[in-house]
């Protein structure tokens, strides 16, 4: 069922406690082999990263871009591992299934053959950006253009929540009942914006909005992972960089990268971040200390 997006959005900022420093360094880098990689997923079952290619314009349907399959140790295993796509961008794994953000469809695709099951339409969509799932299965797509998040729930692709209060949601990712959302900014001409975005949280409950720590703005939001502590971990692709946002709303600027850092992985059994660079086309992955 639709259920609209409340017209309240709640100040989530928690009560001021003692956070450690967090640093990132570098443990490895790709070569300059990815086309536009705009994505990376851990898949912790087979132990590989998955890489989505834009492959060009980002908004085109062009049929050029594909997936590719990454070792954790950054070799690469197949550059096209998945073709015909057309601007793939955020992924997630639910039902042993990989889900794919493709400018107005969201592709299903069998992990272990690479061949595509189905894809699912969605309703008035003009830029999926990135997709998460909750423990129980259902899929959630952000559509950073039209204001709106989908919702994959048995088989059917839905409009979820829509609303101005999302600020053109772009990174997503599911802790508990918890919907995380990294918000680009509210936008004027093209993807230039005249605030920039900031983290926002979405309860599963009952499809309320907060803001996390604090409503500063602080980027234009990508990739999101929230750390065990409660720390969001978020890049800024206009910018470039990684950040750590506190639950109390401090913004701690861990690596200063160039613009296109985009949508992260994060490996909590290794503290492993990897981070795609999709103006310069290599992957890298960082340690991370003090989580």
């Known amino acids: 069922m639709l259920r609209c997006l409340p017209l309240a959005v709640l100040s989530l900022t928690l009560p001021a406690a003692a956070v450690a420093e967090l640093s990132a360094t570098e443990i490895w880098r790709t070569g300059a082999v990815f086309r536009n990689p705009e994505s990376v997923l851990h898949d912790p079952a087979r132990g590989i990263l998955y890489v989505s290619n834009v492959d060009g314009d980002v908004t085109a349907k062009d049929g050029r871009g594909f997936i590719s399959q990454l070792g954790v140790d950054g070799k690469l295993m197949a550059l096209e591992w998945v073709s015909g796509l057309n601007a793939p961008k955020g992924m997630a794994l639910a039902n042993d299934r990989l889900y794919v953000a493709d400018i107005d469809e969201l592709v299903e695709i069998d992990p272990a053959s690479g061949a595509v099951v189905k894809r699912y339409a969605a309703p008035e969509a003009k830029f999926l950006n990135d997709v998460a799932a909750d423990a129980t299965g259902n899929v959630y797509v952000s559509d950073m253009l039209t204001n709106k998040i989908h919702l994959l729930n ?20 599911v802790k508990g009942e918890k919907l995380y959302v990294g918000t680009w900014g509210v936008m004027k001409d093209g993807f230039a914006t005249e605030v920039p975005g900031r983290i926002k949280v979405v309860s599963l409950a009952d499809l309320s909005v907060a803001d996390f720590g604090s409503a500063t703005p602080v980027g ?72």
């Open 220 to 291: 234009n939001m990508d990739g999101v992972e929230v750390l065990e502590a409660g720390t969001v971990l978020a890049t800024d692709w206009v910018a470039g960089g990684l950040l750590a946002v506190s639950p109390d709303g401090e913004v701690q600027h861990l690596l200063d990268l160039d613009q296109g850092s985009a949508d992260l992985a994060y490996i909590p059994d290794s503290n492993t971040v990897i981070i795609p660079m999709m103006s310069s086309g290599f992957v890298a992955a960082y340690r991370l200390q003090g989580s």
């Open 154 to 173: 048995e088989g059917v692709l839905l409009d979820w929540m829509a609303g101005p209060e999302l600020e053109n949601p772009n990174g997503l990712t």
